[in-house]
């Protein structure tokens, strides 16, 4: 079994699942710099899949292979029958338990299966009943500092089925906050036999390597990481297989990827929706520009994309220097 999972981990390197943000146009986005690495898409709802609603959420090409298709809720028949819906598209299906975001919890999905381990495993084990793909599962330390039971939860879910880990190394208690501890990561990969990926605070190369160090995990899972620095999966990959770091992307660079990145919003999305939703990327792609507040305060209420394009041409003329 965990041969089939190792054929599919190509890259040291993944694109850790973010809701609302690793869609199809920014998987794509990571895929052409990053060739090998698994890509995992945003989180989609069993419960949603259920009123067979199809939309952009699981749109696939061919060179986003190998990818995961990543999948929350906790009632087992329907999580059978997601898995059973998507196995068309992936190589891999994941099960969230470990989103933080209150009304995931407050539903019994994502962090709040960490509290009911035996409900985990069941949807571990309807999730293989409904494909034939290797199934994974992603979570964190624990849902408080008192609750950590991330090590015996990951060998649970283990027992059940799971042929992959990603970790992230904070509770739920904390969202975001603090510093993830890579070093309890560690306890995890010494007490499972699957391969398990660590997940959060990788911002940069050398924090990849620090990471890496501190857990011994098989690889590691980059998220927020990677907004306005999409090249960010693929140059941690090409340094741990080859020594050599490549450069951050100019601001030009960044500045194009942004232009990219919104036309083809616009191309799965409509205009009116894709600039509305491209929004929160703004403040990523134009981080430490000169007077990057007031510029992001104008373009996060623009409509209008002749006006946006003017905007990204003004950042382009007022600065010379490259993003830091």
């Known amino acids: 079994m965990q041969n089939r ?3 599919l981990i ?3 390197v993944s694109l850790a699942p973010m809701a609302g943000i690793t869609d199809y146009v920014l998987r794509s986005l990571v895929r052409k710099y990053a060739p090998d690495a698994l890509l995992t898409t945003e989180m989609i ?3 949603f899949l259920a009123q067979n609603v199809r939309t952009e959420i699981t749109k696939l090409d061919e060179t986003h292979h190998p990818i995961v298709y990543q999948i929350n809720g906790h009632k087992p028949h329907l999580m059978r029958g997601a898995s059973q819906y998507l ?3 992936a190589d891999m299906l994941d099960i969230n338990m470990g989103c933080p975001v209150n009304k995931v919890v407050k539903g019994q999905d994502g962090a709040a299966l960490m509290r009911n381990p035996s409900l985990a495993a069941d ?3 309807a999730v293989k009943e409904g494909t034939d793909k290797p199934v994974s599962v992603k979570f964190r330390l624990g849902y408080t500092a008192d609750e950590m039971n991330f090590v015996e939860f990951g060998q649970q879910m283990q027992e059940a089925g799971a042929e992959f880990i990603t970790i992230h190394g904070r509770t739920r208690s904390q969202f975001y906050a603090g510093k993830a501890d890579w070093e309890k990561i560690r306890l995890l990969k010494e007490n499972v036999d699957v391969p398990v990926f660590a997940n959060g605070d990788v911002t940069s190369i050398d924090s990849a390597v620090e990471c890496l160090e501190q857990s011994k995990a098989d690889g590691i899972a980059i998220g927020r990481g990677i907004l306005g620095d ?3 999966i693929g140059r941690v990959a090409h340094y741990l297989k080859t020594g050599e770091k490549l450069p951050e992307p100019s601001l030009d660079e960044k500045l194009d990827m942004m232009k990219w990145h919104l036309d083809e919003e616009i191309k799965l999305r409509g205009e ?3 600039i509305k939703f491209f929004r929160k990327f ?5 981080a430490g520009i000169r007077n990057a507040s007031k510029i992001r305060g104008v373009m996060v209420v623009e409509d209008d994309y002749n006006k946006i394009l003017e905007y990204i041409e003004y950042i382009r003329k007022e600065n010379s220097v490259h993003c830091v």
Not at 282 to 286: D, T, V
């Open 272 to 274: 009116a929706v894709a």
């Open 87 to 89: 196995t068309q598209f």
């Open 5 to 7: 999972v190792q054929n």
């Open 230 to 232: 999409p090249t960010l």
């Open 282 to 286: 703004y403040p990523y792609y134009i």
């Open 45 to 47: 709802s069993s419960e």
């Open 10 to 12: 190509q890259s040291k």
């Open 123 to 125: 949807l571990v084990k």
